[in-house]
């Protein structure tokens, strides 16, 4: 499962839709012997789902299906939004937004295996532990956006070379506010619902670069997505980069979880088993 089944519940996601509509993008199962995690456009919420070659990748012996399953969508954001849309380097420092939830828990382990610092966004003290676990060099309290700006310069120690977004409303302006001149901004959500317009004098006074990404657009790319499962599930193997286990639903229950994801009382990489 992943937030944007939410948005695409409430038909408030980047592309419209016509109901009715079975869920799910990504998928974790088996074809014939094989082992295979995929990405799929739509219907994953389902015992069977079609799913296309080019996008179906077979799953190493030293990584489990949970770990799989977290890799396909999330971690691929994760990799792409750092790599090939802010290009990190460990000369960066970097803001990481729900930091204990599936992209952003990878996106911290992975910007710091780059060498970055890495300021990471977490909701109380369960999160903020766990995200603290995963190497964040400081973790701050997404449960009040209140002074969010002052506590993010604070805590990098003056403005981050690089940001990533998913919030939307007042954490997008202070995310931007906190970017230092001619940083680079990526936004992939706006899971509060309040999305921003960009003002473009303020970019252009600072230099500052905000990029919109959303992980379909690589589909069709050859080669983009078969490097970066290929790293990911390297490190994952390696053990350098652990994927989170969130909480696992039967099919049946696929409402409650939605409605978990929504109230944000849910850590890592949420699933839905069709054997239950």
């Known amino acids: 499962m992943n937030y944007a089944d939410v948005h695409l519940r409430e038909n408030s996601y980047l592309a419209p839709i016509e109901f009715p509509v079975t869920p799910g993008n990504e998928v974790m199962g088996v074809i014939g012997s094989r ?78 295996s ?3 610092r890495v300021i990471a966004l977490a909701g109380g003290p369960e999160k903020a532990a766990l995200v603290q676990g995963l190497g964040a060099d ?3 309290d997404s449960s009040t956006t209140e002074d969010l700006k002052e506590r993010i310069l604070d805590a990098a120690e003056g403005p981050v070379s690089c940001a990533l977004e998913m919030t939307g409303g007042s954490v997008f302006d202070a ?34 670069q905000v990029s919109g990404f959303w992980l379909p657009n690589l589909y069709g790319e050859r080669y983009a997505l078969r490097d970066s499962m290929s790293a990911l599930f390297a490190a994952t193997g390696r053990g350098e980069l652990r994927p989170i286990t969130g909480p696992s639903y039967a099919l049946g229950d696929a409402a ?18 069709p054997t239950r």
């Open 114 to 116: 780059i060498g970055a």
């Open 175 to 208: 995310t931007l506010e906190a970017l230092a001149p001619r940083g680079r901004m990526a936004v992939y959500g706006a899971v509060s619902g309040v999305q921003r317009t960009v003002p473009v004098a303020a970019l252009m006074q600072q230099s500052k």
């Open 138 to 140: 400081v973790v701050l």
């Open 35 to 112: 082992r295979v995690v995929a990405l799929s456009r739509g219907g994953g919420y389902a015992e069977q789902t079609l799913v296309h070659r080019r996008v179906t990748w077979d799953v190493p012996d030293d990584v489990n299906d949970d770990q799989a399953a977290a890799l396909a969508l999330q971690g691929n954001s994760a990799w792409h939004l750092l790599h090939t849309v802010l290009r990190v380097t460990k000369a960066d420092s970097v803001l990481i937004p729900a930091a204990a939830g599936g992209v952003g828990s990878l996106a911290v382990q992975l910007a710091k």
């Open 256 to 273: 409650q979880a939605h409605i978990d994801l929504q109230a944000r009382t849910t850590t890592g990489k949420v699933t839905l088993d």
